[in-house]
């Protein structure tokens, strides 16, 4: 007989703010943790795993429509023991789970809604279930009748299917046993391979990847620009970074009246977004359109950086130091409500200008998204006609601006993560750079200082984000990778040692805590309670922490090859490069540029006798900030006069004595 324990919802327990908007529903959620797992095997019940997060539209109007219905609740109550995951507190276990729905043959997405033996090994599962059925979709009343049927009468059945679906998720979370491959004698081939495989999924309409709906890519995008210079593939994968970065500038998916970029778009021609606003997207755009304007002149690069910038400092700058986690989807319950605009609204707010903005914005008869209008631009920056309007459209902008702040605002969930702020740095220090805004590079690091200073626990490890100023959660793979990088990053920038020594600490810290020695790769974090900790290191939105990893202890080899960092990197180069030739480059773009960069060894050494402050220094400084945004540059103060010398590998080329012929090295070596 099943033991009689009530079970009431925990969530207010926890300092999640996504958790917190589920604290008043009648469904009895408890945390996630081995003390769930053995509830749920006292009860002999199984596990409804919900994993969202705070700025998830769908996972909003689940809640509104299903787990706020004493209905549904009661059956889910009585049936299984339910679980809220914030996917951003825990990245290790949603992507797990994450991975086993892509076993079942579920394409992922959020709400994700798994059930679990009580022993945590996932068994049925989808994303967003309607109440009733819709669309094709089973109501979810109708799911949990159905798997609280099974596992009450058929449960060797459920029992096999979940060892099925376990062993299956455990082979694509396992990696192959580490390798010690004679080198390529071309070491840019695989790089090639790799982008002539991405180019395949170029769309030629609309550019970026694939159709609807339409994510940035950023990783991709990234490794194509990285292959720019590949003698066969180098001009088309050149132009696709070029058309695509366009195209999301243009697009409804970037927010021209308040800056920064929403999450992805609904349709492929990048026009109708879903409309949060995360951090880790905007760091990644900002970093790659540094990336491009150190080779591209072009002012549409400095702009749209810009009123990103701008529009962190604005709305995204939490007190204390650091940038909260996004900007929800919803504003009232309304998705979108921040930034649809009625025909006629356009109309009264514009004036006599209407036709104007007209002929250079999109305003179809019927409208976006419910006859409701999103701002997009008519042509691309690609297109001669950009530069003649944009003086027209700024002024537009302004005035839409102004009429817009008038507006709530969307819920902000003011999480500071480590490892998205970490990557906002780097992105802001390779920006300060590349567009000559000392400030941004200012910015960096007071930003990462207040950060470090606030995560660091007392032991030395570190939290994975701070909420109201107090740490949360233990720091995943991707905290301490992304924030040593960062560190990396001001090292170059500003030749403080401090920085070095930092990254130095947070990289000794990943090895301790995540190694895996059976596969020489990182787990992606502590893994509290689950059946097998994930290490391969898929690419999300943002690289993943292992890429993160290779790139620091690779920089950190060339800076100070007599510590561990050179078997470090080597041993990690090793465990990867099976994945790098057997896995889909889409999945695994940022760990093939960690590889190619290892691999060619870029390095830059700035010689600056004493504590010279010559121009040419700081314009050096600049050159390799914007080269090298996560640092493999090193100064030292020999020599007579101001040089750099640009290495490859055990190939050094001859001193640069100014920066113009630094910067034409650069380009010709593909650095």
Not at 113 to 141: H, I, S, W
Not at 242 to 255: E, S
Not at 446 to 474: C, I, Q, S, Y
Request: hydrophobic share 50%.
């Amino acid at each position: 007989m099943e033991p009689r324990i009530p079970l009431t919802n925990r969530l207010a327990e926890s300092r999640s703010p996504y958790l917190h908007a589920h604290a008043d529903q009648p469904v009895a959620w408890q945390l996630w943790g081995e003390g769930t797992l053995d509830l749920a095997r006292r009860l002999d019940r199984p596990v409804l795993l919900s994993s969202g997060y705070a700025a998830c539209h769908w996972c909003h109007v689940m809640a509104r429509e299903s787990f706020s219905n004493p209905d549904i609740a009661a059956r889910i109550n009585a049936a299984f023991v339910p679980v809220k995951l914030d996917r951003e507190e825990h990245p290790d276990i949603d992507h797990f789970y994450m991975t086993a729905l892509q076993v079942m043959g579920v394409p992922g997405g959020w709400p994700m809604t798994v059930f679990l033996t009580p022993d945590g090994r996932p068994f049925a599962g989808g994303t967003y279930f309607p109440p009733v059925p819709r669309g094709g979709m089973p109501g979810l009343p109708t799911v949990l009748d159905h798997v609280a049927r099974a596992w009450a009468e058929r449960r060797a059945v459920v029992e096999e299917t979940a060892q099925r679906i376990f062993d299956a998720t455990a082979r694509l979370l396992a990696a192959p046993a580490p390798s010690d491959p004679a080198p390529a004698a071309d070491p840019s081939a695989p790089l090639a391979r790799a982008t002539e495989r991405l180019l395949a999924l170029v769309d030629p309409v609309h550019g970026g990847f694939g159709g609807a709906p339409k994510f940035p890519q950023a990783p991709a995008l990234a490794l194509l620009w990285r292959a720019r210079r590949d003698p066969a593939h180098g001009a088309a994968a050149r132009r696709a970074v070029r058309r695509a970065l366009a195209a999301i500038v243009a697009g409804g998916i970037h927010d021209h009246v308040g800056g920064g970029f929403h999450r992805y778009t609904v349709d492929a021609a990048w026009q109708v977004p879903h409309f949060e606003k995360m951090l880790y997207d905007n760091a990644e755009l900002l970093l790659l359109l540094a990336d491009v304007a150190r080779v591209e002149e072009a002012p549409w690069l400095a702009d749209a950086a810009g009123a990103l910038v701008a529009w962190l400092q604005r709305e995204m700058a939490v007190a204390g130091g650091g940038f909260a986690a996004a900007l929800d989807a919803e504003t009232a319950g309304e998705e979108g409500g921040s930034y649809l605009w009625a025909r006629e609204e356009l109309a009264a707010v514009l004036g006599s200008d209407f036709d104007l903005f007209r002929r250079i914005f999109l305003v179809p008869e019927q409208g976006h998204v419910d006859g409701r209008i999103v701002i997009v631009r008519r042509h691309t920056p690609l297109d001669e006609s950009w530069a003649r309007e944009e003086a027209d459209a700024r002024r537009l902008l302004a005035r839409l601006a102004a009429a817009r702040a008038g507006r709530p605002r969307p819920t902000r969930d003011d999480k500071v993560i480590g490892a998205w702020n970490g990557r906002l740095v780097t992105a802001l220090v390779a920006a300060g750079a590349a567009f000559a805004r000392a400030e941004w590079t200012a910015l960096a690091g007071g930003t990462l200082a207040a950060l470090l200073a606030r995560l660091r626990r007392p032991d030395g490890t570190l939290a994975r984000h701070l909420l109201d100023g107090e740490p949360g959660p233990p720091a995943a793979l991707e905290d301490y990778a992304a924030l040593a990088e960062a560190a990396l990053a001001l090292a170059t920038a500003t030749g403080e040692r401090n920085w070095f020594e930092e990254a130095a600490r947070l990289a000794d810290l990943a090895h301790d805590l995540f190694h895996d020695p059976a596969s020489g790769l990182y787990r992606l974090g502590p893994a509290a309670g689950l059946p097998v900790a994930p290490v391969i290191p898929d690419d999300g939105p943002s690289p993943s922490g292992t890429a993160l990893l290779l790139g620091v202890f690779s920089r950190l080899a060339r800076l100070a090859p007599d510590g561990p960092w050179v078997a470090r990197a080597e041993a990690l180069a090793a465990a990867l490069l099976p994945l790098a030739s057997s896995r889909h480059p889409l999945g695994l773009a940022a760990c093939l540029a960690a590889l190619d960069a290892h691999r060619r060894g870029a390095h830059l050494k700035i010689l600056a006798p004493g504590k010279s402050d010559d121009e040419r220094l700081a314009a050096f400084r600049r050159l390799a900030a914007a080269a090298f945004p996560a640092g493999l540059a090193s100064e030292s103060g020999s020599g007579e006069k101001i040089r750099a010398i640009l290495c490859l590998g055990s190939r050094c080329l001859a001193p640069a004595e100014t920066p113009e012929v630094l910067a034409a090295q650069m380009e010709a070596e593909h650095v």
